[in-house]
Nanobody, 118 residues
Framework: QVQLVESGGGLVQPGGSLRLSCAAS????????MGWYRQAPGKQRELVAT???????NYADSVKGRFTISRDNAKNTVHLQMNSLKPEDTAVYYC????????????WGQGTQVTVSS
C-alpha cells in the first residue's frame, strides 16, 4: 500500500503561482510513475502532469509552459510548480502513483484545493 499526502493548495490571484507537494510513504519501492490530476466542480477528473522515476514527464496541453512537475526520488516526493495561474485552473488537485507496468493509477491522495480568483 502507498499513502500519498498533498500540501500547498490555497487561494491565488490570476497570474499568480503556487507550488504543490506530495509525500509518499508505505510501499514506495513499487512506485514508478507519480503525477497530478485535478477535478473542477461538475467536471471529470483530468490528468495534469506525470513524471517517471527516470524523470520523463508528460503534461496536459492546457498547462504546458505554465506548470512544471518535479520529483525527488530520495525523499519520495513530487512537486507541481504552477505559474501564470488562470481561473480555469481552479480545482481539487490529487497526487497519484502507480507501479511500473500498471495501466491505471492505483494510489491517490486526499486532494488539495486550488482556487484562482481575484
Amino acid at each position: 500500500q502507498v499513502q500519498l499526502v498533498e500540501s500547498g493548495g490555497g487561494l491565488v490571484q490570476p497570474g499568480g503561482s503556487l507550488r504543490l507537494s506530495c509525500a509518499a510513504s508505505g510501499s514506495i519501492a513499487s512506485i514508478y510513475t507519480m503525477g497530478w490530476y485535478r477535478q473542477a466542480p461538475g467536471k471529470q477528473r483530468e490528468l495534469v502532469a506525470t513524471i517517471t522515476r527516470a524523470g520523463s514527464t508528460n503534461y496536459a496541453d492546457s498547462v504546458k509552459g505554465r506548470f512544471t512537475i518535479s520529483r525527488d526520488n530520495a525523499k519520495n516526493t513530487v512537486h507541481l510548480q504552477m505559474n501564470s495561474l488562470k481561473p480555469e485552473d481552479t480545482a481539487v488537485y490529487y497526487c497519484t502513483a502507480k507501479a511500473l507496468g500498471a495501466t491505471t493509477f492505483g494510489s491517490w491522495g486526499q486532494g488539495t484545493q486550488v482556487t484562482v480568483s481575484s
